[in-house]
């Protein structure tokens, strides 16, 4: 589905440890889209090019200065993943959080650093809910997905914003945008299947590609057990029976691992790297969620991110 989805009221959040912002105060605007959040940081990264690198990270690092809407603001970082600019956690600016991972194991901080190399785009991640007015990275329960966009605001740094997954479903979608929403219903039942029907049924439909686990929108399912062995898949027929466990994306993280690993803490979202076949099979980010079907096998689905907003969230280059 390749449209944007509005935004209600906004909450932007960023990746900085203890973080306090101000999470009662309203977005600009209610009806917000992922085009003008991405406008917004092409703002601040236009602006960082014509004030220059001081002026600029002095005015992001302003909480009442221009690119501090109320909830709405902009955060800093150089090439090396040094935080250069938060408004509202000072403390934070001028440490290094290269290697900061989700709780799922994303490289976030790495991934919105190459995106921005290759001129700018959306990114996905985990980062926690806030609570009391604050986000506690350590409150590894509290990570729930989040959608940002960033772009080069010089040769060495960038610029970024993000919202939360369930703020950009938009008036009359709640909780999340529809195709996030279709893919946790087919995962939910698929699980809720193979519980009812038996594991060797819910495999034999999983890889049927015209059968009940495919949806019109080209979503599916897959099945794994817990040594990362491939169970079922209606487009991977040659790689069931094998396991895929060690699998690594081009950033270093090993996402069937790490997609078992959600499963066998009791399943949710995940987001990882995976070639998007509309898109010649360039890795692109994916929002996935897994639920475990039994003590055995689990089952998951994903959404690229270009279906959530409507525009290609691929990689142009190879990860480093």
Same mark, same amino acid.
């Given at each position: 589905m390749k449209r944007c989805y509005l935004v209600g009221m906004v909450f932007l959040l960023v990746f900085a440890a203890g973080c306090s912002v101000p999470v009662e105060q309203e977005a600009v605007e209610e009806n917000m889209t992922t085009r003008d959040l991405a406008g917004f940081v092409r703002e601040a990264a236009t602006y960082a090019k014509t004030a220059g690198e001081d002026a600029a990270l002095a005015e992001f690092n302003n909480g009442a200065g221009r690119f501090s809407r109320g909830a709405l603001y902009v955060y800093a970082y150089d090439y090396n993943g040094t935080l250069? =600019?938060?408004?509202? #956690?000072?403390? @934070?600016?001028?440490?290094?959080? $290269?290697?900061?991972?989700?709780?799922?194991?994303?490289?976030?901080?790495?991934?919105?650093?190459?995106?921005?190399?290759?001129?700018?785009?959306y990114i996905a991640y985990l980062y926690p809910a806030p609570e009391n007015g604050s986000i506690d990275e350590s409150a590894k329960g509290t990570y729930v997905p989040k959608i940002g966009y960033v772009a080069p605001a010089g040769e060495t740094w960038w610029v970024a914003s993000g919202v939360y997954l369930s703020e950009a479903a938009g008036p009359g979608?709640?909780?999340?945008?529809?195709?996030?929403?279709?893919?946790?219903?087919?995962?939910?039942?698929?699980? =809720?299947?193979?519980? #009812?029907?038996? @594991?060797?049924?819910?495999?034999? $439909?999983?890889?049927?590609?015209s059968g009940m686990f495919v949806d019109p929108a080209g979503h599916y399912l897959y099945a794994y057990d817990y040594n990362g062995t491939l169970l079922a898949h209606p487009h991977l027929q040659a790689s069931i029976g094998t396991s895929l466990i060690e699998r690594e994306d081009p950033f270093g993280m090993k996402n069937i691992r790490a997609l078992r690993d959600t499963a066998e803490s009791g399943g949710g979202f995940i987001v990882f790297v995976w070639p998007n076949p509309e898109q010649e099979n360039r890795e692109e980010l994916k929002i996935g969620y897994v639920l475990p079907g039994d003590e055995t096998w689990w089952v998951g689905s994903g959404v690229y991110l270009s279906e959530i907003t409507g525009e290609d969230a691929s990689f142009p280059s190879p990860a480093p």
């Open positions: 250069l =600019a938060h408004p509202y #956690e000072k403390d @934070a600016v001028r440490t290094n959080r $290269e290697n900061w991972t989700d709780v799922r194991g994303l490289p976030a901080i790495r991934i919105g650093a190459h995106t921005a190399a290759d001129g700018g785009g979608r709640e909780p999340y945008p529809e195709p996030v929403s279709a893919m946790i219903d087919l995962v939910e039942r698929g699980a =809720a299947y193979g519980r #009812e029907q038996g @594991a060797e049924a819910a495999f034999s $439909e999983i890889s049927n590609a």
